[in-house]
């Protein structure tokens, strides 16, 4: 019985999501939307951002000072919501905790070596990722006669923070950064930086409708719910539900924040808490 009540405790526990800033709200949104029983932590880091720029050791310091703040509020599993960090620390902090954890990159490479055809797929992303040729290696552990062409475009997350999503400036910017993979012939981009999502239809006017365009982080959901069910973990609703469903943490800019989340996500937050990461 109280072991019963114990695992029925742990499927009500949330999940935790982070990433540099808002970008990871584009894999929060999803599991809300496949995963709507689920329970969410967000931690955005908007003190540090970008990460994109930073080193590997970097990268690894600031995961590891932000799982130790999820676990704080104890959380079931956790999502690396960020690809630069997926890309850098990922493999690191795995050893180091005891729940589930995954991160974006991997379930993006998946997909992207389904959809090839004529086995040439690009990836955009940060320079970090693109630079740690992270998705070379999964796509090639699949099947190395693909072809993996990165570009880093670092000029597209600030112009998804300043919210120029559909803006001549940002249309000149995606012409420049992908004219070069359009004329490798790729048939499938990987949109490798949490942001870019949101810059979807930018990046399709320039590659045309015969380019596969892969978002990371719908398929992250999709893993998320099989690795919660795989642990017996996923919410079935059974315990009552106490407290905020969804929250969310900063490491500053709480009021930006929000409202750039409440521009993107199915419902209106309310409450963005500032905390100081660097205590953890
Ligand atoms: N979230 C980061 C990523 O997906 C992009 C923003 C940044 O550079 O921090 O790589």
Sequence with gaps: ????????????????????????????????????????????????????????????????QIIRFLMTRGVKAIVVACNTASAFALEEIKKEIEIPILGVVQPGAKVACAATKNKKIGVIGTEGTVRSQIYTKFVQQWDPEIQVIGKACPLFVPLV???????????????????????????????????????????????????????????????LRELLCANELDNRGESEQNGEKYQFFVSDAADKFKQFANSILPYDIETTKQIQIEEF
């Excluded at 935790?16 to 955005?44: C, H, K, W």
């Excluded at 249309?171 to 810059?199: F, M, N, W």
Aim: charged share 30%; aromatic share 8%; glycine share 8%.
């Design 1 to 64: 019985m109280e072991k019963k009540k114990n695992q029925m405790d742990l499927r009500n526990a949330p999940v935790g999501i982070f990433d540099s800033g808002v970008g990871g709200l584009t894999v929060a949104r999803e599991v809300m939307r496949n995963m709507p029983q689920e329970r969410i932590v967000y931690f955005g880091d908007t003190a540090r951002v970008p990460y994109g720029s930073k080193s590997k050791e970097t990268i690894i310091r600031y995961s590891r």
């Design 161 to 223: 923070e300043e919210g120029w999503l559909k803006d001549p400036v940002t249309d000149e910017v995606a012409q420049r950064y992908l004219s070069e993979l359009k004329e490798k012939g790729i048939d499938t981009l990987v949109l490798g930086c949490t942001h870019y999502p949101l810059l979807r239809s930018t990046v399709r006017k320039v590659m045309g409708d015969e380019v596969t365009l892969v978002n990371p982080a719908y398929e992250t959901a999709l893993e």
